[in-house]
């Protein structure tokens, strides 16, 4: 009996050391092809070439969690969760960048802490599509905290922009310019000069709702028409940045100059605008219609406002959203516990054998 317990215990452990050993080993030729996997992934999503498949990153999720660092797991799960950002699957992609956060390694000095970063902000970006502003700013200033930590000048003006941006959607006006500006000298003192620009406009948006911010917005429209790249021969701007003109147009509205406020709120114009894109044009040339007491071009500007601004096209469902919140901390949580039941698991086999043996 002793014998036969003892070969059983013999056999129980030359299992177990098989099993570590067949999930550790693995071929220079398995390596590479992962490798591979993630070096394409990682172009097209630097490329902003949108990802429309999630099978090779599965496979690669589950190669670097058997053999993988905790940099290269923290990409692979990263990497992930991109996919489902452009395949518009929220919820998983909130939970594939969790567990890319749960695989870092902040206690070692190699821990990729500029990915780490760029998780907690592609988090945030799509919280944000999701309206979730609270979660978005914990997910900002998480982001921000590691970008400070490597000194990434550029990425702490961006995530300052964002912040600033949940701000002003809150209505806290001061807050949001206070941040602008912080983030607009950062990147201007590191040589981002056009970057700082474009969040210059932000402040134009806060600027055009302040009657009495008008020589702010004035010195704001000069430099940037002053400094600006984006601008042809012709002083055009490309479609994605003609929301400026309508900062302009409002600054001539300030000063009573509505032919000229006309003039720029029809410069928003451009091929293909989606409904809600024309919203600053039609309130633009709607507010000079009433100025000038234009009863028919008012009539129709106030329905062409209602148009873009239907509440199917702009409104999301709170409840929804709210519900699919719960639902990330839920099942992240839920994994922990998990992955705490299995670790405990093999603790315990381990003392098992070992106890055997004594």
Same mark, same amino acid.
């Given at each position: 009996?002793?014998?036969?317990?003892?070969?059983?215990s013999?056999?129980?452990?030359?299992?177990?050391?098989?099993t570590?050993?067949?999930?550790?080993?693995?071929?220079?030729?398995?390596?590479?092809?992962?490798?591979?996997?993630?070096?394409?992934?990682?172009? %097209? &999503?630097? &490329?902003?070439?949108?990802?429309?498949?999630?099978?090779?990153?599965?496979?690669?999720?589950?190669?670097?969690?058997?053999?993988?660092?905790? &940099?290269?797991? %923290?990409?692979?799960?990263?990497?992930?969760?991109?996919? $489902?950002?452009?395949?518009? /699957?929220?919820? #998983?992609?909130?939970?594939?960048?969790?567990?890319?956060? *749960?695989?870092?390694?902040?206690?070692?000095?190699?821990?990729?802490?500029?990915?780490?970063?760029?998780? $907690?902000?592609?988090?945030?970006?799509?919280f944000?599509?999701?309206?979730?502003?609270?979660?978005?700013?914990?997910?900002?200033?998480?982001?921000?905290?590691?970008?400070?930590?490597?000194?990434?000048?550029?990425? @702490?003006?961006?995530?300052?922009?964002?912040?600033?941006?949940?701000?002003?959607?809150?209505?806290?006006?001061?807050?949001?310019?206070?941040?602008?500006?912080?983030?607009?000298?950062?990147? /201007?003192?590191?040589?981002?000069?056009?970057?700082?620009?474009?969040?210059?406009?932000?402040? %134009?948006?806060?600027?055009? &709702?302040?009657?009495?911010?008008?020589?702010?917005l004035?010195?704001?429209?000069?430099?940037y028409e002053s400094e600006?790249?984006?601008?042809?021969?012709?002083?055009?701007?490309?479609?994605? *940045?003609?929301?400026?003109?309508?900062?302009?147009?409002?600054?001539?509205?300030?000063?009573?100059?509505?032919?000229?406020?006309?003039?720029?709120? +029809?410069?928003?114009?451009?091929?293909? %605008?989606?409904?809600?894109?024309?919203?600053?044009?039609? #309130?633009?040339?709607?507010?000079?219609?009433?100025?000038?007491?234009?009863?028919?071009?008012?009539?129709?500007?106030?329905?062409?406002?209602?148009?873009?601004?239907?509440?199917?096209? *702009? @409104?999301?469902?709170?409840?929804?959203?709210?519900?699919?919140?719960?639902? $990330?901390n839920?099942? +992240?949580?839920?994994?922990?516990?998990?992955?705490?039941e299995?670790?405990?698991?093999? *603790?315990n086999?381990?003392? @098992?054998?070992?106890?055997?043996?004594?």
């Amino acid at each position: 009996n002793i014998v036969r317990s003892g070969r059983s215990s013999f056999s129980l452990l030359l299992l177990f050391l098989c099993t570590l050993l067949a999930g550790s080993c693995t071929t220079d030729g398995e390596r590479r092809y992962w490798a591979d996997v993630i070096a394409e992934a990682d172009s %097209m &999503n630097r &490329n902003y070439v949108p990802m429309t498949s999630d099978s090779l990153l599965i496979g690669a999720c589950e190669f670097y969690d058997r053999h993988g660092s905790p &940099n290269e797991r %923290m990409k692979a799960h990263y990497l992930l969760g991109c996919v $489902y950002r452009d395949m518009g /699957e929220a919820p #998983r992609a909130i939970e594939c960048y969790q567990d890319a956060i *749960a695989c870092a390694d902040t206690t070692d000095a190699e821990c990729d802490f500029q990915k780490l970063g760029c998780v $907690y902000s592609q988090m945030g970006d799509v919280f944000h599509r999701q309206l979730l502003l609270l979660n978005e700013m914990n997910a900002r200033r998480q982001a921000l905290k590691y970008f400070n930590q490597i000194g990434r000048t550029f990425n @702490i003006g961006f995530e300052l922009r964002f912040i600033a941006g949940i701000y002003a959607l809150e209505n806290k006006v001061d807050s949001a310019e206070l941040i602008f500006k912080n983030a607009v000298d950062i990147l /201007e003192k590191n040589n981002y000069c056009q970057e700082a620009l474009q969040i210059s406009t932000l402040l %134009m948006h806060l600027y055009s &709702n302040q009657p009495n911010q008008k020589m702010q917005l004035k010195q704001l429209i000069d430099k940037y028409e002053s400094e600006s790249s984006l601008f042809d021969e012709s002083r055009n701007l490309p479609p994605f *940045a003609r929301q400026f003109f309508y900062y302009k147009g409002k600054y001539y509205e300030f000063a009573n100059q509505l032919d000229s406020a006309e003039f720029y709120y +029809h410069k928003i114009y451009r091929p293909n %605008m989606k409904s809600a894109q024309k919203d600053p044009m039609y #309130r633009g040339l709607l507010s000079v219609f009433q100025t000038r007491h234009q009863s028919d071009s008012i009539a129709k500007y106030a329905k062409l406002l209602c148009e873009a601004n239907d509440s199917s096209i *702009a @409104i999301k469902d709170q409840d929804l959203t709210a519900q699919v919140a719960a639902s $990330y901390n839920y099942a +992240h949580y839920q994994k922990q516990s998990l992955d705490s039941e299995k670790k405990a698991y093999r *603790a315990n086999l381990r003392s @098992i054998i070992i106890l055997s043996f004594t």
